[in-house]
């Protein structure tokens, strides 16, 4: 299983992918399954939420690029600000 142990800063060209909705992305410890199918726990140090494209790394050297999934999205609009 794969162990992802920290955010890159720098662009790396990844060896896969995750696609997590916001709730999932909020969590800085949390087992997945990449979009390749293959097992991965992430372990974090609480750095906030993952954003669409950050990148993580294993401690094997393997990099994974976090994608945001597509999710619902509210909408609320008002004639004034007094209103809202």
Known sequence: MIRLI???DTPEPPWATLTL???A???SRLRVLLDNGKEADICL????????G????SDEGH???I???SEPL???TCADARTM
């Open 54 to 57: 950050d990148l993580l790394a």
């Open 45 to 52: 140090e609480d750095d906030g939420a993952l954003r669409n």
């Open 25 to 27: 992305r909020t969590n």
């Open 67 to 69: 994608h945001a999934a």
């Open 21 to 23: 909705p916001w709730a």
């Open 6 to 8: 920290r955010k890159l």
């Open 74 to 76: 509210s909408t609320a």
């Open 63 to 65: 990099v994974v690029r």
